[in-house]
């Protein structure tokens, strides 16, 4: 059903074939999967008296369970009490990052990043603006990567090309343009430069793109400003595995099951009448309370109506498709109605664990391959130019350090669950078998630690 969907969707023949399959794949993601088919779901006849088929309407109810695994994943993924902590041999090296990513609104970045990226693949654009880092989301649905031979999980080029209409570049600033044409609109991103060009008609194959000069940058980098992001192992391609591709055919199953059963509840508040001939009179016919239908000795009326035994069958259907759909993408199955009683972190756990699996692949994909490829990159720029963070210079970062992440726990512990991990790690300290600053960092997620350097200091302190 999804093929056939995305045959009703208009394809550029112009543009990379991976458009076309990342368009469908955002469609589904935004709700808008629906909005090229020609008829509401109520439409059961065309100007001309014909049926039209369930396939070409739209259906009058939307389930957006694919919206709802990608924004279960990514809240365990990135929320605020789920984000990583930079770690590095240099403590203050680890609280600088933490200071530049906080500025920037890394964690919301990231969350953007994570919910676009989930069709395949997504891009986070780094920038320094007067001394300051900046980072923005690009969706890679119109960008094209090209890495270095030398080295292939290096990127030497990243070009952005798609079509704009006239009105909105006449919007943007842009002269000598139709504001009723269509053109060509393409910057590219190399290790020296972020190159602009001129917009281009459509309707004239034989143009070439020209600089645009003023608005192209020279940014002297040394490294393309672009972090490239698969969203999960596999795919195709430049672009990774879709986060909900195996659930969109059964997500639209259940959106056609309940429109049908919706419609069948309607039927049932307003029945069709079927009087069998003869009838009695060739007056207008009005069904209600107040007004009784006489018919002949011979004839008969009826009521058509949909018993509420299949509208059952519908609901209990659903709730099977919904069942397959999480589990075939590792979504969120818990029930509340089945929690009788406050769980522990541990419990929570096991409970959803198959999309704590998902998220866990995640971590990977834009922590590892998202977060400290950004982080390398301020480090990077810290040596080229004089960056800045709340106001104070930073200075040239240590580009030696190795850099990695510290994840919190997947669910907040219970308090029993704490008292036993502090007895379990004090122990184990006492006993010599774990160092001090080890236990810190262990406790240091669950009781809101960010600096572990710090907080041995302060307990050096306290002791008497």
């Known amino acids: 059903m999804f093929d056939t969907i995305c045959g009703t969707i208009p394809v550029d023949g112009a543009m990379p074939s991976r458009v076309a399959r990342l368009e469908a794949l955002k469609r589904v993601l935004d709700g808008t999967l629906y909005d090229n088919l020609p008829y509401q779901f109520h439409e059961e006849r065309n100007g001309a008296g014909e049926y039209i088929p369930l396939r070409d309407r739209r259906p009058s109810v939307r389930y957006g369970l694919c919206r709802v695994v990608v924004e279960d994943s990514v809240a365990l993924l ?5 984000f990583p902590t930079i770690e590095a041999q240099d403590a203050a090296l680890a609280r600088m990052l933490a ?10 970045v990231m969350i953007d990043a994570a919910l676009r990226g989930a069709v395949g693949s997504v891009a986070v654009l780094f920038r320094v603006l007067g001394g300051r880092v900046f980072f923005s989301v690009l969706e890679s649905q119109y960008l094209t990567p090209v890495w270095s031979a030398e080295a292939p999980d290096t990127l030497s080029r990243v070009t952005e090309r798609y079509k704009v209409g006239g009105a909105d570049l006449a ?3 842009y002269e000598d343009v139709d504001p009723a044409g269509l053109y060509w609109f393409q910057r590219v991103w190399d290790t020296q430069s972020e190159t602009w060009f001129l917009p281009w008609p459509v309707d004239e194959p034989m143009a070439r793109p020209v600089v645009d000069a003023s608005r192209s940058v020279a940014h002297g980098l040394g490294f393309v400003p672009v972090v490239w992001i698969k969203n999960l192992p596999g795919g195709e391609g430049v672009d990774g595995a879709c986060t909900f591709r195996t659930a ?28 069998k001939e003869p009838a009695t009179s060739d007056s207008e016919i009005v069904k209600g309370a107040g007004n009784a239908l006489v018919v002949s000795e011979k ?22 498709l919904r069942e397959f759909a999480l589990e075939s993408v590792h979504g969120n199955r818990a029930s509340a109605e089945k929690l009788s009683a406050p769980q522990s972190g541990r419990a929570l756990e096991l409970m959803n664990q198959g ?4 998220a866990d692949n995640l971590r990977i994909s834009y922590g590892d391959g998202g977060i400290l490829a950004l982080a390398g990159m301020v480090v990077k720029a810290s040596q080229i130019f004089p960056l800045t963070v709340r106001g104070e210079a930073v200075g040239a970062l240590d580009g030696t350090q190795r850099l990695s992440l510290r994840w919190p726990r997947w669910y907040p512990l219970s308090a029993d669950d704490r008292l036993k991990e502090a007895q379990a790690v004090a122990t184990l300290v006492n006993a010599g078998q774990m160092s001090k600053e080890t236990g810190v960092k262990t406790m240091a997620a669950a009781n809101f630690v960010n ?3 710090a907080e041995l200091n302060a307990i050096d302190q306290d002791a008497p």
Do not use: M
Not at 257 to 265: C, D, E, F, H, K
């Open 248 to 275: 969109i055919d059964t997500n639209i199953e259940i959106d056609y099951q309940l429109s049908q059963a919706g419609r069948g509840l309607k039927y049932s508040s307003d029945p069709t009448l079927l009087i």
């Open 451 to 453: 600096d572990v350097e």
């Open 355 to 358: 999309l704590i699996w998902l």
């Open 299 to 320: 004839g008969d009326a009826k009521l058509l109506e949909i018993g509420g035994t299949a509208a059952e069958a519908v609901i209990s259907y659903v709730r099977t």
């Open 171 to 173: 919007a943007q600033g």
């Open 78 to 82: 990135f929320s605020a009490g789920h």
């Open 99 to 108: 200071d530049i990513f906080a500025e920037a609104r890394l964690n919301e």
